[in-house]
């Protein structure tokens, strides 16, 4: 399967085998399209239900304190709160030598009359031991708010230093509606799975953020390079030429998109099953989500996108025109060979591709005359 | 090795590296000697990074407003407290502290290892710094026994002053907020005893202010009583936390005990601080002392009051020319204002320690609080994930590295092993730094972060596969192992330097803008691209510019992964000097079947960059599409055919093309 996939890769790069990912863009967009509907859908259905389920870090909750206890082990503790409210992950801590601390996410006063009680026999103190307070929440509105400034500066700068790198805004915003794509579909997928939602899954989206700006610059280099100079040629259009940037990278994609997600697996398949409920489980399936869906939408969206919005431009759309309508002239002439020779060889139209050839070896060379 | 200057030189740059790693160790190994990370110094080197709160716990605080009036505050000025707390923790490196609300009005700070004095008043003292003009010095020691006595101690200082402020304050104890009008009457009549030939200089300031701060008529009986009974050397009475009210005087002590003041009403607010940075005092003459002081730099509105306050202090006498600095109610530093301040700098001097000046400044640069705090309980707590989840954690990341490295070796069989090294070689630089780091500034690892080094290793090993696949793609155009080492690198090199530029851009920004945990996984995020740089320039391309000389890679062994034959480069390649190499499987047999044939000898030879298309360029008939010199060919022979030519099938054409190139 190796030497099939080298082979793969070769046919790829040469372009005699050829995706027209860029051709079938229409249909692309649609499916990105009906992903975020369907994802903000999700989103709009769990916030009109019971709402996002948000951890403790966001909402504040509910905190016992059970003192004089003798062992500090965490898990009576985990024992109790499971007996009353079922759901609930409490986040369990020892303070002190003979101290420990429980917080959940905010109960009804019965139920933290129940986890009360709970506690002190779990532990094995009085009533009195355990007391009660409600905890405000350590990730505030205003570490939210200051987290979204810094996005929105984050977004602009990067565009900006897209533009200049690129030469071109169009590059830079087809990549920032990629970014919103993959943030707004891998959120939709973690409120499916209504997984709590805590600090960790917004790192890890950040995350995301980054490795999916990334790993679009990395295919856009490749079509910058193979559409530098399309101007002056009439055989391709931009359009074709992207589309092998995108063929050509796809192996790239597909070894990167595999080494970076093999470890995130690991922690959230081996790892989840492994340890239940917990921060790893939130950070990695919101990771896992994230750089699968980075990786599609820099081939199957941004790349298309790009090429949909630079065709507005006016010296590409009168070049894609004029290089179609030599096509069309020079099949009516001849009546033959590109195409048909193109057409044989399997590459599809709007992907078409022209052949490298390569080095013939000497015997190619024209034969010095030697004198009799 | 390489001994020519135009040569690559592949070693040196593995010894560069080399060199590095061994000095960032070293000096964290000289670290672990010099300052070893003790139950003292919990901010020592260790080898072992440190972990934040939530994988290896850290000490409570829980935190009690202390109001004087014993009004209870609002949600609002807790939630405007921790936002300042937190501000300034963030201030002092990457530790992601835990800070929340709990119950009424408690705040409870969570911050990893432990913490040392100057953290606990970081997070504790409201820092409210304000500026007063100072009216009367005196004694710390209070003297309820004798008033006279103790008013004459006090005024000593002040020369001659005592009378005539007694006796003005008599005059105008009544009304204090006086009509500017008024005020202007009275200075004139107050001090044209004492300096009217300054005092006239300032006459036209003092008519846009309501009341000359300066003026001792402030000093009301009770005022006077309060100051008398007042002991300075009480340690209750240096805790501080009351600033005062803003607009009339008050009394204060300094905050080591040595003295104490009647205050003026506030001239600077502290929120007109625009920066405050600590540092060794610089003498006159350029000289550094050893004394530790905080420079603070004022906006423009605090420029402009600093320099109306200090031109009104200098001409006064002492010592009404003295200038306090008082943070929460204590009095930290008196200078005399010997000229001018024109440009809004300062510099207050006091009893600085290196931590407690780099404190003050922190706090100045955040802001006050709107309350002060008293340290309620203090203890030490676990980790808020278990153990548990780190180590399975890592054991998953295990179990997904190794299949990393599978993978690696499956595609690029023993060039996976370049793979695998460099990788190898980015953890141990991480490791390294992030040790450093956690010595030097005080970083902590937490969960978050460690799922960034998890999502570095997709990028890190990104750039090595971007590296491998360009230069596969210059073997498929049928270059030498070597030059296409050097040509995939230029292409490779530009891709990755993009790419990893918009990832630290991401990790700047967010580190600046962003608090809390957000910043913790910039920081990580910042650190892993530029290790990923790094690693890439001075370990994976000079590795490869010398595997490319090795025989096992040069000749494209199967196993290495670069086999051009594998890579589809089935033709022969001109290898210079009439050699010609490769070329082992006959041409096209792979590739005779019908479909294939046309499509690889359609005679374009014609590359991947459309620049080099040029090379057609001559041969183009009028302005119509240029021609490759095999279409021209099968142009002519087209043309120069028969009629039935135009049935001929276009496979039976590049047949044609394909023996004629042959021969």
Redesign the interface.
Known sequence: MASGFAQWGNDLYTGRRSYAIVAKRRAYFVVAAVLVVLSLGIIGVRIAGDGLNLGIEFRGGSEFTVSGVSDTSQQPALDAVAAVAPEEVPRVTSVGGSTVRVQTAQLSNAQVEQVATELAGAYGVDAGEVTSSYIGPTWGKDVSQKALVGLVVFLLLVSLVMTVYFRNWRMALAAVIALFHDLVVTVGIYALIGWEITPATVIGLLTILAYSIYDTVVVFDKVRENTAGVLDQTRSTYAERANLAVNQTLVRSINTSVVALLPVAGILFIGAFLLGAGTLRDIALALFVGMAVGAYSSVFLATPLEVELREREKPIRDHTAKVLALRAERTETSGDDEDAALAAAGVAAGSRQLQPGAHQGNKAQPRRRRPR | MATSSTRARPVRTLVTLGILIVVLFGSLFAGTKLDPKTEDNPGGASLTPGLAL?LE?GT?IILQPVTTDGSQPTAED??QA??VI?QRIDAQGVSEA??????QNNI?VGIPGRPSQETIDLVSTSAQMRFRPVLSVGMPTATPTDETADEAAGEDAAADEAPDATESADATASDDADAATDEAADAPADESTDAPADESTDAPAETTRPEDPSDLSQITPELQEQFDALDCTLPENLVGGDSGPTDSAFVACADDGTAKYILGPVEIEGTDIANANSGLRVGQNGVVTNEWVVNIEFDSEGTKAFRDVTTRLTSLPSPQNQFAMVLDGLVISAPVSQVVIPDGKAEISGSFTRDSAATLANQLNFGSLPLTFEVQSQ????????S??LE??L???????L??VI??L??YRVLGLVTVASLGIAAVVTYGVISVLSWTIGYRLS??GV??L??A???T??SF??YF?RI??EL???RTLNSAVEKGWQ?AR??IL??????F???I??Y???????RG??FT?GLTTLVDLVVVFLFTHPLMQLLARTKFFANGHPASGLDPR?????????AGR?R?VG?TAAPGTADDT???A??????????????R??VGAGVGRGD???MTI??RR??ER?AAAPADG?DGS??A??AGDENE???
């Open positions: 939530d716990g409570q807790i939630n921790i936002n937190r835990e800070i929340t609300s709990q119950g409870v203890e030490q707590i676990s980790a808020t994930l278990g548990e989840q399975k954690g054991l998953a990341g295990a179990i997904g590295m299949l990393v993978y690696s499956f595609q969960l978050a799922a960034g998890i999502v290793i997709g990028i090993a990104d596969i971007v696949e596969r793609d498929r155009d049928g292409r530009r891709t993009a790419s990893d530029a918009v990832n851009v991401a990790a920004v967010l600046y803008l962003a608090v809390g945990g957000v996984f910039a995020l594998r890579l589809g480069v089935r033709t022969a390649r001109y009439g010609v070329a019908t479909q294939d046309p499509a690889q000898d359609a005679p374009a030879p014609e590359r991947s960059a459309p620049v298309e040029t119509g599409p240029r095999a279409e099968a142009a087209r135009a276009p496979t054409d590049a190139e042959k021969h």
